[in-house]
C-alpha cells in the first residue's frame, strides 16, 4: 500500500537554528499538509498546498515557517530561526481530494 | 465552543465488549468526517470515512447525524488490539480542506 515517509525520523536542533522537515507525499495525490501534534495535545493544522500554493494556513504557521514543492516529489517544511515552543512531532499528509493519509511523523526537539 | 469536541474518556474495557464514541462539531457547513486511530507517539491511522448513510467496516460502524452535528464510532466485540486513541476528523472543504481534530478519545481494553 502506498505511504507517505517522512524524513528525518528525529531532529534535534539548537534554538534559532533553521530545519527542514522533508516528506514524499502518495505519488498520484494532489494535496499536500503539515500538522504538528505537541507532546500530549491535539493534531493542529498547520498549512495545506496545492497547484505548486499554499491553499490555507493556520494562526500557527507564522513568517518563521515556509513550505516547498522542490522538485515535484518531495514536500518539505522549513522553520527558520526554531523556538523551544516548536519542539513537536509534525505530521505531513497528502490526499486526492478527500481522507488524508498520514506520514510517520518527525520528531522535533529544540534545545 | 471547540469546533470538534470528542467524549473525553478515558474508556475502559474488557475484551468483547462494545463501545462507542461520539463526537460533535461546531460548523454546520462540515463536508468530510473521518476517524482516525492513534497509538502512542505514532502517526493517525485512518479508520474510516463517515457517510451520511452510516458504514460498517468489520467491528467498527460509524454514522453521521447531521441536523445534530455529531458522528459516531462504534466498535464491537473488543480486542486487545484495538487500545489506542480515537480521533474525530472534520474538513469544511472536500478537497483541500484542512482537517479539524477533536482531542481524542483513549480505549484500553483489558483481558
Known amino acids: 500500500e502506498p505511504e507517505v515517509t517522512q524524513t528525518p525520523s528525529h531532529q534535534v536542533t539548537q534554538m534559532g537554528q533553521e530545519v527542514i522537515l522533508r516528506c514524499v507525499p502518495i505519488?498520484?495525490?494532489?494535496?499536500f499538509y503539515w500538522y504538528r501534534q505537541i507532546l500530549g495535545q491535539k493534531v493542529e493544522f498547520l498549512v495545506s498546498f496545492y497547484n505548486n500554493e499554499i491553499s490555507e494556513k493556520s494562526e500557527i504557521f507564522d513568517d518563521q515557517f515556509s513550505v516547498e514543492r522542490p522538485d515535484g516529489s518531495n514536500f518539505t517544511l522549513k522553520i527558520r530561526s526554531t523556538k523551544l515552543e516548536d519542539s513537536a512531532m509534525y505530521f505531513c499528509?497528502?490526499?486526492?481530494?478527500?481522507?488524508?493519509?498520514f506520514g510517520d511523523g518527525t520528531r522535533l526537539s529544540i534545545l | 465552543r471547540k469546533e470538534v469536541e470528542q467524549d473525553p474518556g478515558p474508556f475502559n474495557v474488557p475484551e468483547g465488549a462494545t463501545v462507542a464514541f461520539n463526537c460533535t462539531y461546531s460548523?454546520?457547513?462540515?463536508?468530510?468526517f473521518f476517524w482516525y486511530r492513534q497509538d502512542c507517539r505514532k502517526e493517525p491511522k485512518l479508520l474510516m470515512s463517515v457517510y451520511s448513510s452510516g458504514n460498517e467496516d468489520g467491528r467498527f460502524t460509524a454514522q453521521l447525524n447531521r441536523a445534530s452535528q455529531y458522528i459516531s464510532l462504534l466498535i464491537r466485540d473488543s480486542k486487545l488490539s484495538d487500545s489506542a486513541t480515537y480521533l474525530c476528523a472534520v474538513t469544511f472543504n472536500t478537497n483541500a480542506g484542512k482537517s479539524t481534530f477533536g482531542d481524542g478519545t483513549t480505549l484500553t481494553v483489558k483481558p
Open positions: 499528509a497528502s490526499s486526492e481530494g478527500g481522507a488524508q493519509h
Open positions: 505519488s498520484n495525490h494532489l494535496y
Open positions: 460548523n454546520s457547513a462540515s463536508q468530510s
